[in-house]
């Protein structure tokens, strides 16, 4: 079974620019996350989709970051403009309700 | 509010010197707890879940354990491939995840 597959694998991008990134989950699990993890840290909710629906984004920069689910299944997580802090590795997540969640590789976007 | 707290942050051991990593959690609503281990450049992969306080989870060197306010896992004589950050995350009511920051091991052959 594939897992949770996430692209692309790593982005540099200058700041103010705009970035995108894209996952898909394994199939059929409703449950959709992305997570932010800066370095030597645990990862950090920025999004959670239950189906279409954002149930919980008290934790995304609403500003700059921006998400769509579209048709409940594939997620992309968009940041315009970037800042050098956004420098992090993204990471997103699905699960069939509860209980863990699996997740992909991760992007690593570097802002120089 | 709601917390997770991994100790030691970093953790050195001799192969085959065992010992065990501790998360500590003060939450409401506890659903569930979960380890995880995150290899460099990789996402985290999952170990084990916790569901009540009593419980106990094990695979290969590893095991993991339950109380009401924290959850141990126990790493029995430990080999280089070991060597990662173990993270744990506690899931509250409605499917919220709070990850710790992990303790980073090293196993020295």
């Known amino acids: 079974e594939a897992g949770v597959v996430q692209s692309p694998r790593y982005k540099i991008i200058e700041k103010k620019q705009p970035v995108a990134f894209w996952c898909n989950p394994i199939s059929g699990h409703n449950t959709l996350y992305w997570y932010r993890q800066n370095l030597g840290q645990g990862p950090e909710l920025l999004i959670r989709y239950e189906n279409e629906e954002a149930v919980d984004d008290s934790q995304l920069p609403k500003d700059r970051f921006s998400a769509e689910r579209l048709k409940g299944v594939d997620s992309t997580l968009k940041i315009q403009p970037a800042e050098l802090g956004d420098s992090a590795v993204y990471l997103c997540?699905?699960?069939?309700?509860?209980?863990?969640?699996?997740f992909g590789q991760g992007t690593r976007l570097t802002v120089v | 509010e709601d917390q997770v707290t991994q100790s030691p942050e970093a953790l050195r051991l001799q192969e085959g010197e065992s010992s065990s990593l501790n998360c500590s959690y003060t939450?409401?609503?506890?659903?569930?707890l979960f380890w995880y281990r995150q290899d460099p450049g990789k996402g985290p992969e999952f170990l084990f879940t916790?569901?009540?306080a009593g419980e106990e989870k094990e695979k290969e060197r590893l095991k993991a354990t339950l109380t009401k306010k924290e959850s141990f896992l126990h790493i029995t004589a430990p080999k280089p491939e070991d060597s990662a950050t173990y993270l744990c995350?506690?899931?509250?009511?409605?499917?919220?995840?709070?990850f710790g920051t992990g303790t980073s091991l090293t196993v020295i052959p």
């Open positions: 997540a699905s699960s069939l309700g509860f209980p863990g969640a699996f």
């Open positions: 939450v409401s609503g506890l659903r569930g």
């Open positions: 916790l569901y009540s």
């Open positions: 995350a506690v899931v509250v009511s409605g499917n919220q995840f709070y």
